[in-house]
């Protein structure tokens, strides 16, 4: 079974971005709901799961930028900034090395897919829209979602809250 990991965002963004994507990406080819992906192909076995539950120990949620937009050429995303996303990613990007495959060893950009395949001169225009209205905005990374890759839409398999281990009290 083929896996996707994304990044879980605060529901406002997610709804922010959400919106966006209904309204721009084309319906028929919208089979799943906006995203950050993180890696695009893992298995789902014993190992990747316990990395997960790892990776999300002791990491508290966390403020992410956004900073602008990107051409995708046939599409639009929003870029997203952040040291400790990258950072998580290169954790878990170790420890996943063996399963690594080609486009996910490519150098991580974090990103959210608000229009894809449709032709240059609609993306271009929309491009142009948005950046044109566009404000720089904090979000809020709050977790991991795996997910079963299906040739077109998703399933949902399992979400990984970030967490915070409580300090210790002295007295």
Same mark, same amino acid.
């Given at each position: 079974?083929?896996?996707?990991?994304?990044?879980?965002?605060?529901?406002?963004?997610?709804?922010?971005?959400?919106?966006?994507?209904?309204?721009?990406?084309?319906?028929?080819?919208?089979?799943?709901?906006?995203?950050?992906?993180?890696?695009?192909?893992?298995?789902?076995?014993?190992?990747?799961? +316990?990395?997960?539950?790892?990776?999300?120990?002791?990491?508290?949620?966390? /403020?992410?930028? %956004? &900073? $602008?937009?990107?051409?995708? =050429?046939?599409?639009?995303?929003?870029?997203?900034?952040?040291?400790?996303?990258?950072?998580?990613?290169?954790?878990?990007?170790?420890?996943?090395?063996?399963?690594?495959? +080609?486009?996910?060893?490519?150098?991580?950009?974090?990103?959210?897919?608000? /229009?894809?395949? %449709? &032709? $240059?001169?609609?993306?271009? =225009?929309?491009?142009?829209?948005?950046?044109?209205?566009?404000?720089?905005?904090?979000?809020?990374?709050?977790?991991?979602?795996?997910?079963?890759?299906?040739?077109?839409?998703?399933?949902?398999?399992?979400?990984?809250?970030?967490?915070?281990?409580?300090?210790?009290?002295?007295?």
């Amino acid at each position: 079974m083929s896996c996707i990991l994304t990044l879980r965002l605060n529901p406002e963004a997610q709804e922010f971005f959400e919106a966006l994507r209904q309204r721009h990406f084309p319906p028929e080819r919208n089979r799943i709901a906006a995203h950050l992906t993180l890696f695009h192909q893992l298995p789902e076995n014993e190992f990747v799961l +316990a990395e997960l539950a790892t990776a999300v120990q002791g990491e508290s949620a966390f /403020q992410l930028e %956004v &900073t $602008g937009l990107r051409s995708l =050429g046939r599409g639009v995303a929003y870029t997203v900034a952040g040291q400790r996303l990258m950072d998580v990613h290169r954790r878990l990007a170790e420890a996943f090395d063996p399963y690594l495959i +080609a486009q996910d060893r490519q150098r991580f950009l974090p990103h959210i897919v608000v /229009q894809n395949k %449709v &032709t $240059g001169e609609q993306a271009r =225009g929309l491009l142009t829209q948005l950046q044109n209205a566009f404000t720089p905005m904090t979000i809020e990374a709050q977790g991991l979602e795996l997910w079963e890759y299906l040739g077109g839409p998703w399933k949902h398999l399992r979400t990984f809250d970030f967490s915070v281990l409580a300090p210790e009290m002295s007295e």
